[in-house]
């Protein structure tokens, strides 16, 4: 059984920073794509940025692309979202998911809340 596991979320000012982490032991990490998703009430989860096995293909939604970054360390099985200058209507849940082929595992999400 996968397991991903979210932390780092929490209630910041807008224009703060974050960062988010992502533990996934236990399975085969390196072969995993992993993605940084965000959902935020009433509306769909969206794709937040994307890095491939070794990093060397990473991907940003048009709205964070500057202020959001994206790492991994396969040695700690984890991948990490530093996310700069955070705005109120970036306020969601932010899941980590882990894809290889066709299986996708998800973890159960952070709350990141940005509010004055």
């Known amino acids: 059984q996968v397991q991903l596991v979210e932390s780092g979320g929490g209630l910041l000012q807008p224009g703060g920073s974050l960062r988010l982490s992502c533990a996934a032991p236990?399975?085969?990490?390196?072969?995993?794509?992993m993605r940084w998703y965000r959902q935020a009430p009433g509306k769909e989860r969206e794709l937040v940025a994307s890095i491939t096995t070794t990093g060397g293909r990473i991907d940003y939604a048009d709205p964070v692309k500057g202020r959001f970054l994206v790492s991994r360390d396969n040695a700690k099985s984890a991948v990490y979202l530093q996310m700069n200058s955070l705005k109120p209507e970036e306020t969601a849940v932010y899941y980590c998911n882990a894809h290889y082929d066709w299986l996708d595992y998800w973890g159960q999400g952070t709350q990141v809340t940005v509010s004055s």
């Open positions: 236990g399975f085969t990490f390196v072969r995993y794509a």
